[in-house]
């Protein structure tokens, strides 16, 4: 707060304290219940927008079918998509394709893929074994060599 009213020459006011300049901020039980009606305010107002934003976006909405024959589009994000590779992702793509629907997908429950016992640690990360050593090669940079191994 020092800084603040070192810039401007002030004190900072926040929606939770209104003080006029030279008023001495006292805590007691009446800027406690001010405070808290304050805040409890805010986050009514918070979920009135909220709501509004929500059935603005509500009426936009429609279910989407498709029909075979049709054609679509993939939506992609930079993290998982296409061009992930890429330093700068301003420049990934964010939709793929243009992919024609062949047949219908008709939901079915009994392809359930079993997943795998994978222990995790408390720093998320996981231990895997190696199967095979599958190619060995040593790569010459700066007259430095450094040996590769492909391992499955």
Partial sequence: MASYEALYGRRCWTPLCWLEPGEDLTLGPEVVQQTTKKVKLIQERMRTAQSRQKSYQDKRRKDLEFEVGDHVFLVVTPWNGVGRALKSRKLTPHFIGRFQILTRYI???????????VQVKENLT???????????????????????????
């Fill in 107 to 117: 939901h079915d429950p009994s392809p359930v893929v079993e997943l795998d016992d």
């Fill in 126 to 152: 996981y231990e895997t074994l190696p199967l095979r050593i599958e190619d060995r090669r040593t790569k010459h940079l700066r007259g430095k060599e450094i040996p590769l191994v492909k391992v499955i």
